[in-house]
T-cell receptor
Framework: LAKTTQPISMDSYEGQEVNITCSHN???????ITWYQQFPSQGPRFIIQ???TKVTNEVASLFIPADRKSSTLSLPRVSLSDTAVYYC????????????FGKGTKLSVIP | DSGVTQTPKHLITATGQRVTLRCSPR?????VYWYQQSLDQGLQFLIQ???????AKGNILERFSAQQFPDLHSELNLSSLELGDSALYFC????????????FGQGTRLTVV
């Protein structure tokens, strides 16, 4: 399983774009990158998933450079309700069944 | 609402006791995952079942066991409970076995006194 490294915490003002970078140096060819969001005392919620280049949905964008050793979750114009812990996960599309969460990044949005 | 149902929502029990946590996955999901989340440990993967069979095992103690039934609901059994077992226990489900979006329930908060 590829190990992931993220900043422990980040602060941002409301209305700003937030970029959270995750390092996964030993990502394998079959591995995908997934991000989850978790509010206090709630289960994590899937945000976005990608393999390479850029993926965008209604919530966020995910940027993955060509070497795939890192990825950046971009949240446009954050609001107070985006205050949460964000987890970067790497899993294998070739049969690794564990969804392993790291420590995550605690994002605090300031008014 | 993720569609994953966990019962009970809260549970208070004494040390040495045994409890059973129940999870009903989303309709159509064959895979069930169990996680433990305590303040100092983060989200710890315990075990995964797919269509009734164990598929992956994480940091699950020998005092803990799980199973997935033919109707696909799952139960996590925790025995000889210790104070340190107090945590939020989450169940998640997904359509396939690994590699797909997993939907989490609201969790069961277990307090061991």
């Amino acid at each position: 399983l590829a190990k992931t490294t993220q900043p422990i915490s980040m602060d941002s003002y409301e209305g700003q774009e937030v970029n959270i970078t995750c390092s996964h140096n030993n990502i394998a060819t079959n591995d995908y990158i997934t991000w989850y969001q978790q509010f206090p005392s709630q289960g994590p919620r899937f945000i976005i998933q990608g393999y390479k280049t850029k993926v965008t949905n209604e919530v966020a964008s995910l940027f993955i450079p060509a070497d795939r050793k890192s990825s950046t979750l971009s949240l446009p114009r954050v609001s107070l309700s985006d205050t949460a812990v964000y987890y970067c996960l790497v899993y294998s599309g070739a049969g690794s069944y564990q969804l392993t969460f790291g420590k995550g990044t605690k994002l605090s949005v300031i008014p | 609402d993720s569609g994953v149902t966990q019962t009970p929502k809260h549970l208070i029990t004494a040390t040495g006791q045994r409890v059973t946590l129940r999870c009903s996955p989303r309709s159509g999901d064959l895979s069930v995952y169990w996680y433990q989340q305590s303040l100092d440990q983060g989200l710890q993967f315990l075990i995964q079942y797919y269509n009734g069979e164990e598929r992956a095992k994480g940091n699950i103690l020998e005092r803990f066991s799980a199973q997935q039934f033919p109707d696909l609901h799952s139960e996590l059994n925790l025995s000889s409970l210790e104070l340190g077992d107090s945590a939020l226990y989450f169940c998640a489900s997904s359509v396939a076995s690994g590699g797909t979006e997993a939907f989490f329930g609201q969790g069961t908060r277990l307090t061991v006194v």
